[in-house]
């Protein structure tokens, strides 16, 4: 059950759902989630942090980046129906489809988030 909370608490939080949401999409990297969310970067290392131990995503090496993305092979059966489910849900959001759309217009090259 403690697995279950700590999963519902890590996706309790709007910016941390818009997280999920956004990383539906494509791995990305800390520099680009701060400047889709616009909050500061130790925010969003904060909130990656807790679905990175919240089993939902993973960080690897992406040539000089850093990148997130949604766990590959959870080992959680919660996190694998969750994920599944989140995939349906919210997608007409305002705020999802915003972030969408951003994120598919900028480059990490572009800014300044090398490791």
Same mark, same amino acid.
């Given at each position: #059950?403690?697995?279950? !909370?700590? $999963? ?6 709007? &910016? ?5 949401? #956004?990383?539906? /999409? @494509?791995?990305? =990297?800390? =520099? /680009? ?9 130790? =925010?969003?290392? *904060? ?10 995503? /993973?960080? !690897? ?5 850093? %990148? ?7 080992? &959680? !059966?919660? %996190?694998?129906?969750?994920?599944r489910n989140l995939a349906q849900w919210v997608n007409d959001?305002? +705020? !999802?489809? *915003?972030?969408?759309? @951003? $994120? +598919?217009?900028?480059? *990490?090259?572009?800014?300044? =988030? +090398? %490791?």
């Open positions: #059950m403690q697995d279950l !909370v700590r $999963i519902l608490k890590a996706l309790g939080d709007e &910016n941390r759902l818009r997280i999920v949401k #956004m990383l539906q /999409e @494509h791995p990305l =990297c800390v =520099c /680009e989630v701060t400047d889709t969310l616009g909050i500061a970067q130790s =925010c969003v290392s *904060r909130h990656l942090r807790l679905l990175k131990d919240a089993g939902l995503v /993973e960080d !690897v090496r992406d040539g000089q980046w850093i %990148v997130y993305r949604l766990c590959k092979k959870p080992d &959680n !059966v919660y %996190v694998t129906k969750l994920l959001d305002s +705020r !999802v489809v *915003r972030d969408r759309q @951003h $994120i +598919r217009k900028i480059s *990490r090259e572009q800014l300044s =988030c +090398r %490791v």
